[in-house]
């Protein structure tokens, strides 16, 4: 399928105060966005720290804890998602999930689903000041790409987008789209991740699809604030808009923001294009540097 939807959320941090509302919620975006003939659906970065509610306040006001007892929940929250994409027939990107590694570190995993269950995950390579130095979450070392029956995808988790040479690995390796779940809590920090997406898209010729959450969760020890919008990015040249965005929503709306891709005309702006960005993209390392 080289032409098909897509739906990116600007998603809220909710409170619940039981596991079925969380089923409810997602239930219902799902559902809206197959019900608008979406195939692939893009949740944020971090979107999932929203079950540390469940927990009360003692961990969901602890960095810490909240992520040793949302472990308890991956399991169930693996399979509700499997079972949603099977449902609507659809691709689920999921928001984001700090994973415990055997070694007791957690991972930022971003996990793709499809009808035929988990179809593979990306883990965040590059982590910000605050994962690092306040909630100890450790990047990962592994660049993938993921094959699904849209095409090859590949992941970058928020500040991974700043990095060119990760998604020139994932283009290389034959990926046309790149998903880029975010988690900003300041117009700044979205503003890096967007420019990041629209650069990659620049250099590669391809689609970058952003997906934020927004919205404050005062509650939350990790996601109390959080602004963006969602986006689709594309090539600057034929056939594409003039500014390079194809889609994009209001500032901290909540919803789902749509948009039709179609993989096909990747091939045909690197052929054809007024520019070859990606083709061109090797000689920038022959070239001599300057002289201190």
Known sequence: MSAFKLATAQYDISFFSEWQGFVDKLDTWVAGAAQQGAKLLVFPEYGSMELASLFGEAVYSDLQ???????TLLSKWHALHEELAQRYDVLILASSFPTEQSDGSFLNRANLFGPEGLLG???KLMMTRFENEQWHITGGEEIKVIDTPLGRIGIHICYDSEFPM???????????????????????????VRIGCQARALE???YVVQSPTVGNAPW??????????????????????DNGILAEGNDNDIGW????????????????????????????????????
């Open 65 to 71: 804890q909240q992520l040793h007892a949302m472990q």
């Open 121 to 123: 995950f990306q883990d």
């Open 166 to 192: 990760i998604a020139n690995q994932q283009v290389a390796a034959g990926a046309d789209l790149l998903l880029v779940p975010s988690c900003t809590d300041t117009p700044a920090g979205f503003y890096r």
């Open 204 to 206: 590669n010729q391809c």
């Open 220 to 241: 939350s020890e990790a996601v109390d604030i959080n602004t963006g919008r969602a986006s689709v990015y594309t090539p600057v040249d034929y056939g594409f808009p």
């Open 257 to 292: 923001v749509y948009a039709t891709v179609d993989l096909t005309q990747i091939a045909r702006i690197r052929d054809e294009g007024q520019v070859f960005n990606y083709r061109d993209w090797p000689k920038q390392f022959a070239l001599s540097g300057p002289r201190g």
